[in-house]
């Protein structure tokens, strides 16, 4: 193999590992915003019982 098919072999494989972070940081921010809407909520329905 020349070196200009594994240097192309090495992009591939940095650029697929580089998507693949990316896709795992977005799936966790997802799961952090849901986490904080339910967190929101659930003090939101406390007050109001507290309020009454």
């Known amino acids: 193999m020349n070196t200009k098919k ?3 072999v090495a992009a591939v ?5 580089a998507l693949s ?7 966790g921010m997802g799961k952090d915003t849901a986490n904080t809407v ?3 909520q659930s003090a939101g329905h406390t007050v ?3 309020a009454k």
């Open 6 to 8: 594994l240097v192309a």
């Open 48 to 50: 109001a019982k507290a």
């Open 13 to 17: 494989f940095v650029a697929v590992g």
């Open 21 to 27: 972070s990316c896709g795992n940081t977005i799936r």
């Open 38 to 40: 339910n967190a929101t």
